[in-house]
């Protein structure tokens, strides 16, 4: 069991994103807070004191004195892949660091799911999915 909250709304694709790490990790969260997006509850001052950003996901890691906290999906599927994974590279979710080709397709890969893929898929699924959800939640 880690020593990790995570702070979340699951049904946001960002925080999926970190959901499918965790998932392929097989790695056990201690404490998981929802946090209902729709009913702005990521701006509470409880929420912004830990995250400025007052977005999720983001967790805190108590392995750490003080604890590491940390925000932005990308970097914390990254952390959790680093400090939680295996080192064996034909299971890791992450390349050798010694395997400079791999880094480098590794780099590619994730630069074209950045730019490319989620730049777009991230604004379709916010117009398809769930601005309706919040319409019809709301009555209009
Ligand atoms: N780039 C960040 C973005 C975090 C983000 O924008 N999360 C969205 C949910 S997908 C959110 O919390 N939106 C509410 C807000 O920013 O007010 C990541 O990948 O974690």
Aim: hydrophobic residues 40%; aromatic residues 8%; glycine residues 2%.
């Amino acid at each position: 069991m880690s020593q990790i909250t995570l702070f979340t709304d699951s049904r946001l694709p960002c925080p999926q994103r970190l959901l499918l790490t965790i998932h392929e990790l097989g790695l056990q969260i201690k404490d998981i807070r929802e946090v209902d997006i729709s009913k702005s509850e990521n701006k509470r001052l409880e929420i912004l004191e830990l995250n400025p950003f007052g977005a999720v996901p983001f967790i805190r890691d108590e392995s750490y004195d003080p604890p590491l906290m940390l925000a932005e999906s990308r970097a914390i599927a990254r952390y959790l892949a680093r400090a939680y994974g295996s080192n064996d590279s034909s299971v890791s979710l992450l390349p050798d660091p010694n395997d400079v080709l791999a880094i480098a397709k590794f780099e590619e890969a994730a630069s074209i799911e950045l730019t490319s893929f989620d730049a777009v898929a991230n604004q379709l699924v916010f117009e398809e999915l769930f601005k309706p959800y919040v319409l019809y939640r709301s009555g209009l």
